[in-house]
């Protein structure tokens, strides 16, 4: 190298006008290198994949690439036993009833009731109180019914009588009228349901936080009163035509009972309890299943 060409290389602002050159290259953390990298490795792999098969991720199946499903037998042997006693359990209350396990008149308990919001132990001593309900829905004319089990075990005669209460799935809740026959029914499939008699602030809560209604074909959400109008205005000749009149309807079980629980979708609710109390213990035990009562509010506040 030259002199020139080393005075040229130590002033590099010579030929700029006193400016020094800018260079294209920028330093690149060596964590988002490593990052590009990655995602180019990924998408490589999906690339790959895509070649091998056409669909991406899913698989191909086809009549001769059939799913098999693996059960492990005693998974078998125990959804059959379960199947056989509770068919059993069916033809024996069809035939000779709930005999001691339900009674036909109402029975009343007593349970403390602390309000909400005390600040000390002291206070709740003070302002707790005792209150008499019914435990069973024994003289009510309308119950609140909630499907709380899967179907594994289930007898075709439980199914059948489930979807005739449109409870085809679990945590799904209707309003059922509380007559001799639809009382035989429910003490049919008690171990797959628990029922009560709601309050009417609770029906009230249930239609407006939860109620859609069958518009169309369609399930539709209960936002506006003109929903309700146009569908049961004129089935009703003008008798419901908001929500205050379908809660009315509702709690005493009037003359447009029918139209109103036909219009309502099964309530969607959740899962407050764990699998063992809803299939292993009934209500009285501690459990989810069987009849409530008047205690059903409780039960519909966990779920809403």
């Given at each position: 190298m030259t002199s020139t060409e080393i005075q040229k290389a130590s002033n590099p602002g010579e030929n700029t006008g006193g400016q020094p050159q800018k260079t294209d290259l920028q330093l690149v953390p060596e964590a988002v290198l490593k990052r590009k990298h990655d995602i180019d490795e990924m998408k490589a792999n999906w690339a790959a994949q895509a070649i091998r098969n056409p669909r991406g991720n899913r698989k191909v199946f086809n009549?001769?690439?059939?799913?098999?499903?693996?059960?492990?037998?005693?998974?078998?042997?125990?959804?059959?036993?379960?199947?056989?006693?509770?068919?059993?359990?069916?033809?024996?209350?069809?035939?000779?009833?709930?005999?001691?396990?339900?009674?036909?008149?109402?029975?009343?308990?007593?349970?403390?009731?602390?309000?909400?919001?005390?600040?000390?132990?002291?206070?709740?001593?003070?302002?707790?109180?005792?209150?008499?309900?019914?435990?069973?829905?024994?003289?009510?004319?309308?119950?609140?019914?909630?499907?709380?089990?899967?179907?594994?075990?289930?007898?075709?005669?439980?199914?059948?009588?489930?979807?005739?209460?449109?409870?085809?799935?679990?945590?799904?809740?209707?309003?059922?009228?509380?007559?001799?026959?639809?009382?035989?029914?429910?003490?049919?499939?008690?171990?797959?349901?628990?029922?009560?008699?709601?309050?009417?602030?609770?029906?009230?809560?249930?239609?407006?936080?939860?109620?859609?209604?069958?518009?169309?074909?369609?399930?539709?959400?209960?936002?506006?009163?003109?929903?309700?109008?146009?569908?049961?205005?004129?089935?009703?000749?003008?008798?419901?035509?908001?929500?205050d009149d379908v809660v009315h309807e509702l709690h005493s079980v009037g003359e447009e009972f029918a139209q109103v629980k036909g219009f309502l979708w099964p309530f969607q609710l959740a899962a407050p309890r764990s699998k063992f109390q809803k299939e292993k213990l009934n209500f009285k035990d501690g459990g989810d299943y069987g009849d409530r009562g008047e205690e059903m509010d409780d039960l519909i506040r966990q779920m809403l």
């Open positions: 009549a001769k690439t059939k799913v098999i499903k693996v059960m492990k037998p005693e998974s078998v042997l125990s959804k059959a036993r379960m199947q056989r006693n509770h068919s059993r359990r069916y033809a024996r209350v069809l035939k000779k009833g709930m005999q001691a396990r339900a009674s036909n008149s109402r029975v009343e308990a007593v349970k403390t009731v602390v309000p909400d919001g005390t600040a000390s132990r002291e206070e709740e001593e003070e302002l707790k109180k005792e209150v008499t309900y019914a435990s069973n829905s024994v003289g009510a004319k309308l119950v609140f019914v909630v499907r709380i089990r899967d179907p594994v075990g289930m007898p075709k005669n439980v199914k059948k009588a489930l979807t005739t209460l449109r409870l085809k799935c679990v945590n799904e809740g209707v309003f059922c009228r509380y007559d001799e026959s639809n009382r035989k029914k429910l003490q049919l499939i008690e171990p797959w349901v628990t029922y009560g008699v709601p309050s009417k602030a609770i029906i009230t809560d249930l239609i407006r936080r939860r109620g859609h209604g069958w518009t169309d074909g369609k399930r539709v959400p209960l936002s506006d009163n003109t929903i309700i109008e146009n569908a049961l205005g004129d089935k009703t000749d003008g008798a419901v035509i908001c929500v």
